[in-house]
């Protein structure tokens, strides 16, 4: 699934590059509370990128995404990967998909909401304001 989930974001990257960069799973960052983190999936905002220098993004990057997304497999714990997203928010990720193909949920992570909102499968998530017009249909097959 992974693989469908980098190339659906890539597409879509593809026709809105104007608005910013997008990462695969290769790429990790050294967030503000100094923990290293590779998501799924991540975004940044066009300038927030452009905003380092050539060295900084060719390592680590000292900088938290603006979207993740995190993909649950057999092998990872639901509540350390919970953590994660949280994790992510608090450093300054504005949006966060934590997606679980196994219990067909989706948790949608926000800065400043006590209550993460949980989808099922039967819905599309949709990235808001941030990915004006991106869409992952859960249904679709990985």
């Not at 960052?29 to 998501?39: G, I, K, V, Y």
């Not at 000292?62 to 949280?86: A, G, H, T, Y």
């Not at 966060?96 to 949608?108: M, Q, R, S």
């Not at 006590?114 to 941030?130: M, R």
Request: a negative charge; aromatic letters at 12%.
């Amino acid at each position: 699934m992974n693989f469908k989930l980098t190339t659906i974001f890539g597409e879509w990257m593809e026709k809105n590059s104007r608005l910013g960069y997008g990462f695969d799973s290769a790429t990790g960052f050294r967030l503000p509370d100094n923990s290293m983190r590779l998501p799924d999936v991540s975004f940044f905002k066009r300038e927030k990128w452009d905003a380092l220098t050539l060295d900084e993004q060719e390592k680590f990057a000292p900088i938290c995404p603006d979207f993740v997304i995190e993909l649950c497999s057999k092998s990872d714990s639901l509540s350390q990967l919970k953590n994660k997203m949280r994790k992510w928010i608090e450093n300054g990720s504005q949006l966060g998909w934590l997606i679980d193909p196994i219990e067909k949920k989706c948790n949608i992570y926000k800065p400043n909401a006590d209550v993460q909102e949980i989808v099922g499968f039967d819905k599309k998530l949709n990235g808001e304001e941030l990915l004006p017009g991106f869409e992952l249909d859960l249904k679709r097959p990985g």
